[in-house]
C-alpha cells in the first residue's frame, strides 16, 4: 500500500507521472482499416493467410482484453508469442508504441513476473532497419542491422530495445476462443528506465498514430476502434473489466453522449472542453471566453486531470465555496493541493465537463476527488501551464468510453465498471 500512496502522491503533485509520448513523430499514412469486418474474416478462418484461428463461435466472437486497476494506472493483458506468454501493460491511450521488457534486461526496472525472453518464441522475428515501421519510431541502427527504438514519455522516462514483429492473442467474447493478430509490431524492450512500477511489464500503445496497437489490429478487427471501462481507483485488482476492439466495439443505447474528436495529432484523442461546472456554477475553460478546438486529449495512462493553473485556481476557489468543510491547510505531504480530512467518501458538487456542441458529462466525488492516503480526499487535477491538457483516468472511470477513429468520436456512456 505503501508504493501505491507514494506513486499516486506523484500522481496528484504533477511528479513525473505523466505516461504520454511528447515526441511528435513525423505523419506518416496511417494503416487505415479494411472494411472486411471480423464476422467476414472468420467465415475464413480455416485459411493460412487468416490472421484468427479457434474462434469457437465465429459470429459473435469479438476480440477482448481484461483490465486492472493498478497503482493509479491501468493494466491490460494480451499474449503474446508461440508457446504464449501472458503480459501485463499499462493501458495507453496518451502515447503508440507496445512495448514489453524482454531478457536480456540489465538496464530495466524491477518486474516481479518473469520477462519475455524471444528466444523461447518460434514466431518472434527482429525488424531489419529498412522496414518502413522501423521509421515509425526514433530509431537507430545497429551494426546487425535491427532496428533499435528510444521511445521518451512526458514523465521523463525512456524505454530502449528492439523493433521485432511477433503474433499476438487476444480473448474472445465467444469464451474459449482467441483472436491470434499475427506480424504485430512490437518493441522488445532491453533497457527501460522511469516512472514504472514491479507489476509492470510493459506498456500497451493505444494512441491512433500508425504504428498504435490500435491502428495495426484495425484491419483484423473490423474497424479502427476500441472501448474500455476503467474501474474507479483502489478497486481490487482481482475485479478486471473489459476492453474490446473492433466491430462490435462501439458504445451504444441510451445515455449516450458523443464528442467530435478533434484532428490535431495523430496520437491523441483530443477533444473540446468549453468549461466545468462546479454545481451548477460555470467556470469557462478560458477566462476570455475563447475556446481552442481540441484543447484537451483523453489520456488513459495519465491519472489526474491537467489543465491550465488559471482554470485551476477558478475550479478551486467554486469548489471551496461550494463544500461545506475546512480544506486540509498544514499538511506539507499535501502541497497546496485542495485536500478535505473526511472518514467516508468526500460529498463534493457534480463537476460537469461541457464539450463543445453543448454536450455534457458530469463527475462525481469518486470521479474528481482521490484519496492519496487514509481518510484524506484530494481534487484529482494539476494546474499546469505546458500547454499540454490531459483529460486523465480519475476521470475516466465509470464510463464506457469508445474511441471511433472512423467516425472520429468519442462516446461516453456512465457504467458502473465494477459490476458490467
Ligand atoms: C541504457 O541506455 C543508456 C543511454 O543510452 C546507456 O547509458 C546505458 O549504458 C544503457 N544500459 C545498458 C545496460 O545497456
Ligand atoms: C538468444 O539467442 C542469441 C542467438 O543465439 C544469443 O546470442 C543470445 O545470448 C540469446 N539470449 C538469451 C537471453 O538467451
Not at 98 to 104: E, K, S
Not at 232 to 254: A, N, Q, R, Y
Not at 268 to 276: A, I, L
Request: one cysteine or more; charged letters at 20%.
Amino acid at each position: 500500500m505503501a508504493a501505491m500512496d507514494t506513486i499516486l502522491c506523484h500522481a496528484l503533485f504533477g511528479v513525473a507521472f505523466v505516461i504520454t509520448l511528447f515526441i511528435y513523430l513525423g505523419s506518416t499514412s496511417a494503416t487505415e482499416a479494411s472494411n472486411g469486418g471480423f464476422s467476414v474474416k472468420l467465415v475464413h478462418r480455416n485459411s493460412p493467410k487468416s490472421p484468427f484461428y479457434n474462434p469457437s463461435k465465429a459470429s459473435t466472437s469479438k476480440p477482448q482484453s481484461p483490465v486492472q486497476a493498478n497503482n493509479g494506472q491501468y493494466l491490460m493483458k494480451l499474449s503474446l508469442g508461440n508457446p504464449q506468454f501472458d503480459l501485463y501493460g499499462i493501458a495507453d491511450t496518451g502515447s503508440d508504441l507496445l512495448w514489453a521488457q524482454c531478457v536480456p534486461c540489465e538496464g530495466c526496472y524491477k518486474q516481479i513476473k518473469p520477462k519475455f525472453d524471444p528466444n523461447k518464441s518460434s514466431t518472434y522475428s527482429d525488424l531489419p532497419c529498412d522496414a518502413p515501421e522501423c521509421s515509425l519510431v526514433p530509431n537507430s541502427c545497429s551494426t546487425q542491422n535491427v532496428c533499435n527504438y528510444d521511445y521518451e514519455y512526458g514523465d521523463g522516462s525512456v524505454v530502449r530495445g528492439v523493433l521485432a514483429k511477433e503474433t499476438i492473442f487476444l480473448e474472445s467474447t465467444s469464451g474459449n476462443g482467441t483472436v491470434a493478430l499475427k506480424g504485430i509490431t512490437f518493441g522488445c524492450g532491453h533497457n527501460d528506465t522511469g516512472v514504472f512500477n514491479q507489476d509492470d511489464m510493459g506498456l500497451i500503445g493505444l494512441g491512433g498514430g500508425p504504428i498504435s496497437f490500435i491502428s495495426q489490429m484495425a484491419p483484423l478487427v473490423g474497424g479502427k476502434k476500441f472501448s474500455y471501462c476503467l474501474v474507479p481507483f483502489h478497486t481490487d485488482p482481482s475485479i478486471e473489466s473489459k476492453m474490446s476492439f473492433g466491430k462490435g466495439s462501439e458504445v451504444l443505447g441510451e445515455g449516450v453522449v458523443t464528442v467530435p474528436l478533434v484532428p490535431k495529432d495523430d496520437t491523441f484523442y483530443s477533444v473540446t472542453v468549453e468549461g466545468f461546472s462546479v454545481g451548477d456554477k460555470f467556470v469557462p475553460f478560458d477566462s476570455s471566453g475563447k475556446v481552442e478546438k481540441g484543447n484537451i486529449f483523453l489520456d488513459s495512462g495519465t491519472p489526474p486531470t491537467y489543465i491550465p493553473t488559471d482554470l485551476y485556481e477558478r475550479l478551486v476557489a467554486e469548489l471551496g465555496k461550494q463544500i461545506p468543510m475546512a480544506p486540509i491547510k498544514d499538511d506539507p505531504d499535501l502541497g497546496n493541493q485542495l485536500c478535505y480530512k473526511t472518514k467516508t467518501n468526500l460529498k463534493g458538487p457534480i463537476l460537469t465537463v461541457h464539450f463543445e456542441g453543448g454536450t455534457n458529462v458530469k463527475l462525481t466525488s469518486t470521479q474528481t476527488f482521490i484519496p492519496p492516503k487514509d481518510e484524506v480526499f484530494c481534487f484529482a487535477m494539476i494546474g499546469d501551464d505546458s500547454g499540454v491538457n490531459i483529460y486523465g483516468n480519475f476521470a475516466q472511470t465509470n464510463f464506457l468510453i469508445g474511441m471511433d477513429l472512423e467516425k472520429r468520436v468519442v462516446s461516453f456512456k456512465s457504467t458502473d465498471c465494477v459490476k458490467d
